[in-house]
């Protein structure tokens, strides 16, 4: 997946400030859980594992409504 950043955010937004224009790359997706754990139960969150394509680690996570 190609990714170009605008604004980083760390620490739960307690840091944030807009990425700089070379901050684009490529993401392999590694692992996917959809929040869904089996029919009827669903997790607090889903999440993703990416590395990017300079070695980067990234975790995501989405809250599940």
Known sequence: MAV???RFNLFGGKISFAAPAR???ELDTTYLHDGV????IVAEKAL???RGD???LFVLTREMK
């Open 4 to 6: 170009n950043f605008k």
């Open 23 to 25: 901050a684009r790359g």
């Open 37 to 40: 754990i089996a029919e009827g």
């Open 48 to 50: 993703r594992i990416s």
């Open 54 to 56: 300079k070695g980067n």
